[in-house]
């Protein structure tokens, strides 16, 4: 079945440091991957709309700076949280739409991230 | 816009019986895909049960069904035969267009089921 690899699945930094998180499709290929955010005990919202070849699309109130998207192949997205503060810390999951009919989403393992 | 409302933020189960978890709709699409995800502990997300807007059936998959009762905007996930296995975060998701047109999703809060031995 479709398979999307995240990475690292948790990362500690300091604050003022910047941490990449890695999306991967493993067995498929994938033009647009999602990137949510869920704090704890709360729902996923949506980020951005990562798109191959093209500009993120941001959701309302993202800083593009500081989440930075890049798709940089047909299986690969990735976010870099610049500058991180404790207030980056949350849990990071991707997702690209494959499986099960072509609108449902397959969700990566999720990537924590703490800042200290 | 799409809004989905949870407005159970917890449940409890005994095991072997079956449970409903509520999911109610906003939306002036005339096209629009109901999702349910379940969440562990772990964090990672699984795709449960999808139901077009257009479906005349409600859609079932193996002990997951969803009530679709498009005049209430309800999609009620039902869980037949509760397995302790079954205890974890669950999010009703709406999608707009029903096509693949556009894949972004809206959660709901989500529904934290608990099933007891």
Known sequence: GAVVSQHPSWVICKSGTSVKIECRSLDFQATTMFWY?????QSLMLMATSNEGSKATYEQGVEKDKFLINHASLTLSTLTVT??????????????????????LTFGAGSRLTVL | AQKITQTQPGM????KEAVTLDCTYDTSDQSYGLFWYKQPSSGEMIFLIYQGSYDEQNATEGRYS??????????NLVISAS?????AMYFCAGQRGSGGSNYKLTFGKGTLLTVNP
């Open chain 1, 83 to 104: 500058s991180a503060h404790p207030e980056d810390s949350s849990f990071y999951i991707c997702s690209a739409p494959r499986g099960f009919g072509a609108n449902v």
């Open chain 2, 66 to 75: 969803l009530n679709f009762q498009k005049a209430r905007k309800s999609a």
């Open chain 2, 12 to 15: 409890f189960v005994q095991e």
């Open chain 2, 83 to 87: 397995q302790l296995g079954d205890s």
């Open chain 1, 37 to 41: 955010r869920q704090f704890p005990k």
